[in-house]
């Protein structure tokens, strides 16, 4: 082993990958059509826009009660539909 190393070019995260859970989830058919629009429009994929918005929605670093977080949740909603 060397005494030290070169990290200089480094990049983090390069290969982290978050943990995935498939899980079956009832969307309205018009929630879903706009993120799949959406989703072409940018190219990208509507499942990383839809976490996108959950994640906005639920704010990690905050703890919410079920009542905020579905007002937080159509908000985020309503704005990614209102910016499409």
Do not use: C, W
Not at 14 to 36: C, G, M, N, S
Not at 49 to 68: F, G
């Amino acid at each position: 082993m060397k005494k030290e190393y070169d990290f200089s070019k480094g990049v983090r995260g390069k290969f982290y990958r978050p943990v995935k859970v498939q899980k079956t989830l009832r969307l309205d058919a018009d929630i879903l059509e706009h993120f799949q629009a959406l989703a072409d429009k940018h190219h990208t994929g509507y499942q990383t826009l839809i976490n996108s918005a959950l994640r906005e929605a639920i704010k990690p670093s905050e703890k919410v009660d079920l009542k905020t977080l579905r007002k937080e949740l159509q908000m985020a909603i309503q704005s990614a539909l209102t910016h499409a």
